[in-house]
């Protein structure tokens, strides 16, 4: 999906390419930044969403603005753009 709003000029990275590696991962760093309430609404509605787990965000962190906090995710996918299967479900 996401190659379909970047265009991609090195055609060896394109999950269609035979040659790409199936072990091969992409790392996307998302961070929420806003008031305390506003972070933990956020992070709610993405896993209502299905987008992630609440425990996968970090926790809670003091951001540059002293009203604001912050959380990181560190989403890993496969080559292919799917995220990897977590054990146990």
Known sequence: MSQEFVPDD????????????????????????????????????????????????SPVQRAANPKQVMSVLIRRSRANGTPPRKSGR
Request: aromatic fraction near 6%.
């Open 10 to 57: 090195n055609k060896s990275d394109r999950p269609n390419d035979d040659s790409a590696a199936v072990s091969e991962q992409e790392v996307v760093l998302l961070t929420v930044v806003g008031s305390p309430k506003g972070v933990r609404e956020t992070i709610l509605t993405l896993y209502r969403l299905g987008f992630a787990e609440v425990g996968d965000w």
